[in-house]
């Protein structure tokens, strides 16, 4: 890395502190923003962006089947992550929500500093 911007990025750990994506597909364009929505207003994700009118082709139930649907783009923290995924879970309008979680090899620190902040649960 250049060392002129090595001081503002850092190598992901699998600490706590670390940040993840996830990416999704979620369909209508409602279900998905109100889905943003709760994962923002309780703090398991730091930023979702959506991407929509995603054309989808997938095999299901016997047949090729072409959706539109929105891509959804999730940051949250490794402390967060299991919160997260059960919350998903729990409010995705899919039988079989596709789920992906990626660790970043290389993040701006202060990017993953904020998304830890976000996301970090008060103690109670």
Avoid at 56 to 67: A, L, Q
Avoid at 98 to 105: A, G, M, Q, S
Wanted: aromatic fraction near 8%; include cysteine.
């Amino acid at each position: 890395m250049n060392p002129l911007f090595s001081s503002l990025f850092e190598q992901q750990s699998d600490s706590p502190d670390a940040g993840l994506f996830l990416i999704l597909t979620s369909a209508p364009e409602t279900a998905s923003t109100s889905l943003a929505h709760r994962l923002i207003a309780e703090k398991l994700a730091a930023c979702v962006s959506k991407l929509p009118k995603v054309q989808s082709i997938y095999y299901w139930e016997g047949k090729v089947v072409k959706d539109e649907e929105v891509l959804m783009y999730i940051k949250t923290s490794s402390s967060s992550l299991s919160r997260c995924l059960d919350r998903l879970h729990e409010l995705h309008p899919y039988d079989v929500p596709e789920i992906l979680v990626f660790r970043p090899d290389i993040a701006s620190s202060s990017y993953v500093s904020w998304v830890h902040d976000v996301t970090q649960q008060e103690e109670t």
